[in-house]
């Protein structure tokens, strides 16, 4: 089966339940690819649900759009896709606070 690959973009408070090296309290930006049904329209309150169940809180989105797989075999995120496509979704959280 087939799917198209949504990437969402924004930032993300760390919480005590993130469960990562970065300090409470801090913000930070995020990418998050959420495999969907082909031609599926952007589903923003799933994307928080995946990003609230990782432990962060005020998620704010800046951007949505999809990833094609043509683009995402040149890229250097190329495995956050595929990570996407098997797994379901594939989170990156940028190291410097904003």
Known sequence: MLFDVHL???TVLISEKSN????IGDK?????????D???E???????EI???LGF???EFSRAGKVSPEKAAVSHNKIYY???VKSGASFVLYSDPI
């Open 20 to 23: 990562t090296k970065y300090q």
């Open 38 to 40: 082909l031609n599926a």
């Open 57 to 59: 809180e005020e998620i």
């Open 82 to 84: 595929d990570n996407a």
């Open 42 to 48: 952007y589903n923003q309150g799933n994307a928080e």
């Open 28 to 36: 930070h930006a995020f990418l998050l690819y959420v495999r969907a």
């Open 51 to 53: 990003i609230f169940d």
């Open 8 to 10: 969402y973009s924004g």
